[in-house]
């Protein structure tokens, strides 16, 4: 039975682990910790877990919690991720962290869009962890860094277009939507129900997000070329869920049956990307829940362009899901252990 820590329990990606890791029959959770919490037990916490977790938050202890466990999910915020990765690492744990912290390979772009970095000798030892496009890297890295939500959707929406080099890549657009969920737990004006509720609204908008520098390098990488994009997201009075509309030209005519088939071709072994039928598009709702990511593509003759809609839910295939399919790929487990819920209807 692996030995797993979930440090920063205390936020939805924690408790997202939380949720994952016990129906998971090869992983035991054995410490969980949480600065704010410290000391209470997790189910005080979120009574969502009573019955089912008995253990009372700890304080994090670098050593202490890597005695506790083979394995050790990072669910914290950036900065305080790099405090504490190195320690495990050199306790010869493996990691998989869910902050920004190792997502990069160039200190100088973190620093630009975070902060410096404390230990920038471990970014080119870390794999960034999105199965579809690094499951060989991931299988044997020791320090993982799990990608954001809205490169998930980005990325997976527009890869076999660019592995193809089907589309210009100087004009990318993705419009791209979350739930609330997204902004994490903690008290933010912006966030509460009066404040969301019966609106939708663009946020980050012209190219200020923190997701755009990740996407662009990520997507750069499959083009082998460097790549520019527009990327705007919005806010949807939902709990869970992004719905990415990608839009690129066409560099020769194409229809949506061809590029349908191309996509359900590219991802046919994949467990959990799922390609619609020609002229299908995704919702959320078939998602929620789940680590699938659900695609559609259609040409817009009119204009030469192709649409990609992805649907994934932010906190699993954007988060805890996709953390724990890397952590199977990683222990040599079968890549959907643990993870085979289906969304939840209605």
């Known amino acids: 039975m692996l030995k797993v820590a979930v440090v920063g329990a205390s936020g939805y990606t924690g408790v997202e682990l939380l949720r994952i890791l016990h129906c998971h029959p090869e992983a035991a959770v054995t410490c969980i910790t949480s600065e704010q919490s410290a000391g209470k037990p997790v189910s005080d916490l979120f009574p969502s877990l009573r019955g089912r977790y008995a253990q009372v938050l700890e304080n994090l202890e670098p050593v202490r919690v890597a005695e506790k466990a083979d394995i050790i999910f990072t669910a914290l915020p950036h900065k305080a991720a790099m405090e504490v990765v190195p320690t495990f690492l050199k306790l010869g744990k493996r990691v998989i962290d869910l902050s920004a912290d190792y997502r990069f390979n160039d200190a100088a772009t973190y620093e630009q869009w975070y902060e410096p970095h404390m230990n920038p000798h471990l970014l080119p030892k870390a794999v960034y962890g999105l199965p579809e496009v690094r499951r060989v890297a991931v299988k044997g890295a020791k320090l993982v860094a799990n990608p954001g939500c809205y490169p998930t959707s980005v990325i997976l929406g527009l890869q ?47 190219g200020v997000h923190r997701h755009t520098p990740e996407m662009e390098q990520e997507l750069s990488l499959l083009a082998e070329e460097r790549i520019t994009i527009t990327f705007t997201p919005h806010l949807v009075p939902m709990d869970r869920g992004i719905l990415s509309t990608i839009y690129g030209r066409l560099l020769a005519p194409a229809t949506t049956a061809e590029l349908a088939g191309l996509y359900a071709e590219f991802y046919g072994g994949e467990p959990f990307v799922r390609v619609l039928p020609a002229g299908g598009v995704p919702s959320t709702a078939h998602v929620r829940g789940s680590n699938f990511c659900d695609i559609g593509v259609v040409v817009d ?17 954007g988060a805890s899901g996709q953390a724990v399919q890397n952590m199977n790929i990683m222990c040599g487990l079968p890549e959907g252990l643990g993870l085979e819920g289906l969304a939840l209807v209605p």
């Open 160 to 206: 076999p277009l660019l592995k193809h080099k089907l589309i210009d890549t100087t004009g990318i657009i993705s419009d791209s939507a979350s739930g609330v969920s997204g902004a994490g737990r903690g008290a933010k004006v912006d966030n509460l129900y009066c404040e969301v509720n019966e609106g939708f609204k663009a946020y980050g908008v012209g």
């Open 301 to 317: 003759q009119r204009t030469g362009r192709v649409i990609v809609v992805s649907a994934i839910d932010n906190l699993v295939k």
